[in-house]
């Protein structure tokens, strides 16, 4: 399982509360969209046992900035995953990056609404923001592959469901 995160905006630790505490301690991966703040958040989810898969976000502090790219594309258990923080450009240049990339799955974050829209070949995830919901409902998504098929899960962080989609993959 792949948990993914976005828009964290603090100064000191994780903030993780609940399942969202859950999914990064019992992940195979974590995946954060940008905005830590600070070093010292970034090092908070560095410190999970799951290997960290992250890119700056618009108001991350220059050491943040030093240690991370504004994009990038992983493979994490034959999912493909095109990450970047902004949307610059909207659905369409988010589908656009995503198939650049040959991805399965865009995640991105900046606006804290937790959203999930399937376009023909790529599933675009923001999962919102765990600790600064900004009016919208906080969240984090899971992401896994079972038998072929994707399934994204967007939740709040004590574990209620806002939104999922489940796809077939192609081989990889």
């Known amino acids: 399982m792949i948990a993914i995160f976005a828009d964290t905006h603090r100064t ?8 969202a505490l859950a999914a990064a301690r019992d992940a195979d991966a974590i995946v954060h969209a940008g905005d830590f ?4 958040v970034l090092d908070a989810f560095q410190a999970f046992p799951a290997p960290l898969f992250a890119v700056a976000g618009n108001v991350d502090e220059p050491g943040v900035e030093e240690r991370l790219p504004t994009e990038r594309t992983v493979c ?5 995953i095109a990450l ?7 659905e369409t240049a988010l589908a656009l990056f995503g ?21 023909d070949d790529v599933v675009l995830c ?25 399934h994204i899960t967007i939740r ?6 806002i939104e999922d989609a489940t796809r077939a993959l192609d081989d990889r």
């Open 37 to 40: 703040k600070t070093e010292s």
């Open 126 to 150: 923001n999962p919102g923001s765990h600790a600064q919901p900004r009016g919208f409902r906080p969240g984090f998504a899971t992401l896994s592959r079972e038998n072929g098929r994707l």
């Open 156 to 161: 709040e962080p004590d574990g209620t469901v």
């Open 99 to 119: 198939r650049e990339r040959d991805a399965d799955v865009v995640v991105f974050g900046h606006s804290h609404r937790p959203t999930l829209v399937e376009t």
């Open 76 to 80: 994490v258990d034959g999912v493909r």
């Open 12 to 19: 000191e630790g994780h903030g993780l509360v609940a399942e």
């Open 84 to 90: 970047r923080h902004r949307p610059d450009g909207g």
